[in-house]
């Protein structure tokens, strides 16, 4: 029990120890970003090309020295400890999540099999504990782990009941996993049949599975509505840059004289100097890349959400839409690689 309680306490620290770090990283980033932001000159003064299309002025009056990517090492530096911590915060905790629920999934799929295993072998005339070790031989999968821990445990002479609770105990991330452990030992101190407790256990466990597969299958119709809502807006996104954005540039008073493109994140203020600071770093160009940035950040955010809340109407768990959403990530970054 004690390793099992170090065990759990190493893997929560972990955890917070990458949240926090993580977070560290993602500040740092930020006030690095602002204090090494290159001065950005207005148009006016350096001018634009015969195309109309004005470069981005990294704090110098000299056009041939102009630098397109407005980018300084500092803003390149922000960035990759921006990813750096975003991924140290948020990748090892979501994946230890996401493959933590599957272990357990695949424990569900077992653990009908192992009670009715183990109360056969009761109801054939062996005591509990002949019964365990019995059954601790057949592979089931990933709970023949825990099964083997709780037969040694009772071959040391550990009671069956408190080695039950600590089996729950060990696999407390499945719900029902755990209350079909808190019913045997009701039944086992009560006095009650522990074979026919574990064979009506098995049954039960069996119904609930054949009907979370029938909601899944029922909800899996959501999960590809979800897809296509995110897809749609995706395609919206793409459609509001391409068509409407560089409407936004031309000026109304004077059609010939086109505005420039970055005043957006100077008359807007600290928050839109910071994302066009964050676009530039991340290499997205200078033209409208406030727009660029917040139209990124606005399908990021869209399919981390949407990701999330698939896992949970397909699975009825957040940690099931961790694939989803990484799934929606990956696509969006393609789709602004290609087409903006």
């Known amino acids: 029990m004690d390793e099992d309680k170090k065990a759990l306490k190493k893997e929560n620290m972990i955890k917070i120890g990458s949240i926090v770090l993580g977070f560290l990283l993602l500040i740092t980033s930020v006030i690095l970003l602002m204090v090494s932001a290159p001065e950005t000159e207005s148009s006016d003064t350096l001018g634009c090309g015969e195309d109309g299309i004005c470069n981005c002025k990294c704090g110098t009056k000299d056009v041939s020295k102009v630098d397109s990517d407005c980018n300084s090492l500092g803003q390149t530096l922000s960035i990759i400890l921006m990813v750096i911590g975003m991924l140290i915060g948020v990748v090892p ?15 569900e799929d077992s653990f009908p099999r192992f009670m009715k295993d183990f109360s056969e072998a009761v109801k054939g005339g062996m005591t509990i504990p002949q019964a365990l070790t019995m059954v601790a031989k057949i592979d089931y999968g990933a709970l023949s782990k825990e099964v083997k821990k709780a ?9 069956f009941p408190k080695a039950m609770q600590r089996f729950a ?3 407390k991330g499945s719900s029902v996993m755990k209350q ?6 009701e039944s086992f101190t009560s006095g009650g049949d522990i074979a026919n407790t574990m064979n009506s256990i098995a049954m039960n466990v069996g119904l609930i599975k054949e009907i979370e597969d029938e909601r899944k299958s029922i909800m899996s119709q959501q999960i590809y509505i979800m897809y296509f809502i995110f897809f749609m807006f995706l395609g919206i996104i793409v459609m509001l840059y391409k068509m409407i954005v560089p409407m936004l540039g031309i000026n109304i008073s004077d059609p010939t004289t086109p505005l420039d493109p970055a005043a957006n994140c100077k008359e807007l203020g600290l928050p839109s100097e910071l994302m066009c600071g964050i676009g530039r770093a991340m290499g997205l160009g200078c033209e409208y890349v406030y727009f660029v940035s917040l139209f990124l950040f606005m399908c990021l ?3 981390i959400s949407s990701g999330i809340l698939a896992g949970v109407i397909g699975e009825g768990k957040m940690a099931a839409g961790i694939k989803h959403a990484a799934i929606m990530v990956i696509v969006t970054l393609c789709v602004f690689v290609i087409f903006i």
């Open 93 to 107: 905790t979501s994946a230890y999540e996401y493959f933590r629920f599957a272990k357990f999934k695949r424990m």
């Open 180 to 185: 079909s452990f808190t019913i045997i030992n």
């Open 301 to 303: 955010i869209q399919g």
């Open 151 to 159: 037969d040694h445990q009772v071959s040391w002479g550990l009671p």
């Open 169 to 171: 105990e060990r696999i």
